[in-house]
């Protein structure tokens, strides 16, 4: 592909962009099967298979969990600037990926089998150190697997491309196992003794060996089929003797970029969002709309539909109006239509929850907008990659993994905020923990959506109002791809003009 317009919009000298084939896509994106598998069991799964069926503390098995996210947090800065620059003949990606693969397998499957008998202080220390290193080793894969995106096209387009296709499989991956969990291997392992199968450990270790296996797979399978890639992805920068001082003084240098601030910032308030939205949403179903837990296993298996559509729109959105405008936009019609079907509510529009009309209104509602929140999020991971010029014309460094692990840090600092806000909302409502939805009164259920609907309109309206400080352009983006040309062309004749 070419391109020959500048940030101006007056034309420049033919650019030529790279675009990766179909083979290229798939393996890239089926990567994030891993993390979608990982992230799916940690937010799902975790919390009750060591509080209700190992049986230890709620509160040990949340400090473990938190503990684990933010010690995995402040590794990703440095893993992402190790991987910059790390020289070897596989490249600067390729080494983590494959030196993850079998750990993180094993790790997991030994995370879903804790040893029996154990006091609640062993199992504690168990999780918390296998939490910290299933977490760290995913992170070894995950940050230089997604840093390859802006590695493997240099296209404005394709990078959008190439992030659908990781959107979809992450997505589709995760959510797979949820519903296999509850379709398949719960009411397998249910028995005279155990009659819920959710409540029975074999189907927990049977879960993480399957879940292992798929881990495995994933990791090996998209390093293996981006392999070939190796010898045209960008080199790692010459050898030289760095210092702590020198180290974080570059990331610094590196993120000191007003569009990454945009993205940095706004991301803090769509982590908080995500998290108030991801602890609510059952709340919701359960009490606000009474639903049965079939009606919200539908509605979640929507998520298929939604991965679909969300990795459909994004590349037509990019090629159409551009990423920012197109995320702005898109992020506007999904944000506003979140809450819509409580506000419904609220206004007496919709129907009592007799009626089924509300539940596919919901199940619809619900599916599409999920659909317009992850091409929200293509588009901005996209946005992320199309950094990674800009940076390098102001320090002389490649820097995509610096990138894309300050955007994993953000998520997993701040991302605990939304469930404190959750709490929030549940306190001011009144809704008792454990209350019998046949018990809670209208009144309660009123001010629970009263309160929510405000709360997370003004965190996604604030975090596209700061993505709005975004600069960088369709036109901006090919402008710094001829002034790298250009660099490049005068380090070639020696630095003459």
Known sequence: MSVD???GGAPGPRIETTKPSLWTKVSYG???VAFGVKDNGFSYFLLIFYSQVIGLDARLVGLALT???????FFDPILGYWSDNLRSKWGRRHPFMYAAAVPIAATYFLLWSPPQGWEDFHLFLYLLGLSIVVRMLISVYEI????????LTDDYDERSSLQAYRSYFGWTGGNAMSVFNFIVLFPLFATAAIPNGQFNPEAYRTYGMIASGLLLFSVLASSIGTHSRIMHLKPAPPKRRLSPLIVFKEIFETLSNRSFLALFISAIFGSVAGGLSAALAFY????????????????TSGVFVSAILGAVLA??????????KGAIIIGLIAFLGSPMPIVLRLMGVLPDNSSP????????????????????QILAASMMADLVEQAEIKTGRRSEGIFFAASAFIRKVVGGLGLTAATFVLTVAGLQAGADPS???DETLFRLGLFYVPVILALWMTMLAVMMTYTITRDGHEANLRTLAEMKGKEGDGGDD
Do not use: H, N
């Open 5 to 7: 317009s500048t940030a």
């Open 30 to 32: 089926f990567g994030a």
């Open 67 to 73: 503990i684990s996210l933010l010690v995995d947090a």
């Open 144 to 151: 230089p697997s997604t840093a390859l995106a802006p590695e």
């Open 284 to 299: 919701f179903y359960t009490y606000f709309w009474d639903f049965s837990t079939q009606q919200s296993g539908l509605i």
């Open 315 to 324: 590349p037509i959105v990019s090629r159409t109006i551009g990423k920012k």
């Open 357 to 376: 009309l509300v539940f596919w209104f919901v199940f619809f509602t619900t599916m599409i907008d999920v659909g317009l929140i992850i091409c929200f």
């Open 439 to 441: 018990q809670v009164s």
